[in-house]
T-cell receptor, first 114, second 114 residues
Framework: EPEVTQTPSHQVTQMGQEVILRCVPI?????FYWYRQILGQKVEFLVS????????KSEIFDDQFSVERPDGSNFTLKIRSTKLEDSAMYFC????????????FGDGTRLSIL | SQKIEQNSEALNIQEGKTATLTCNYT??????LQWYRQDPGRGPVFLLL?????KEKRKERLKVTFDTTLKQSLFHITASQPADSATYLC?????????????FGQGTTLQVKP
């Protein structure tokens, strides 16, 4: 069964550094998402992306965050200047032909900011 | 304020029994509601989606109900097995943005004892 893959599985970065998290969504999916989960807390929506543009972003997704689909397969999340509070699991998800569809999640990147 | 609430206490049941998990929400009018399973260190895995005009959905040993008057969804696992032990998340759309954004509950941890 096709799956969403994320790399790296664990990223350790110094505060203030830039980090790029990578995702390969399921190939025929059209809608892409990033969520994060701070340890012990809820999964929180960050951003949705469709037709090469952001369709919605949350308050967490400030100017330090950006997303890109640089080619037909990758979907990236960049944090420009990381803060301690950015430490979390970051999940990429994709869904098929409409927004009211199941979302398929990757296993996440654990981001640790020192 | 808007809230999604799931039982924060873990649910412990004996193998073979039916597990029932509850998801209540306030101040949302979702078009659909989804249930996911999350194992430690893994991403959420989609289980079932139910739309606002559907009362009940089944898949193998799983059943979900959706009562938009009570603003509640119930998730049932019949003939439970130790392998069903995991955290179960409910998620809904906010009913207005139509971007696929999901809002998650904090999850209920189910422990099935042999």
């Amino acid at each position: 069964e096709p799956e969403v893959t994320q790399t790296p599985s664990h990223q350790v970065t110094q505060m203030g550094q830039e980090v790029i998290l990578r995702c390969v969504p399921i190939s025929n999916h059209l809608y892409f998402y990033w969520y994060r989960q701070i340890l012990g807390q809820k999964v929180e929506f960050l951003v949705s992306f469709y037709n090469n543009e952001i369709s919605e972003k949350s308050e967490i997704f400030d100017d330090q965050f950006s997303v890109e689909r640089p080619d037909g397969s990758n979907f990236t999340l960049k944090i420009r200047s990381t803060k301690l509070e950015d430490s979390a699991m970051y999940f990429c998800a994709s869904s098929g032909q409409g927004v009211n569809q199941p979302q398929h999640f990757g296993d996440g990147t654990r981001l640790s900011i020192l | 304020s808007q809230k999604i609430e799931q039982n924060s206490e873990a649910l412990n049941i004996q193998e073979g029994k039916t597990a029932t998990l509850t998801c209540n929400y306030t101040n949302y009018s979702p078009a659909y509601l989804q249930w996911y399973r999350q194992d430690p260190g893994r991403g959420p895995v989609f289980l079932l989606l139910i739309r606002e005009n559907e009362k009940e959905k089944r898949k193998e040993r799983l059943k979900v109900t959706f009562d938009t008057t009570l603003k509640q969804s119930l998730f049932h696992i019949t003939a439970s097995q130790p392998a069903d032990s995991a955290t179960y998340l409910c998620a809904l759309d906010d009913g207005s943005s139509n971007t696929g954004k999901l809002i998650f509950g904090q999850g209920t941890t189910l422990q099935v004892k042999p």
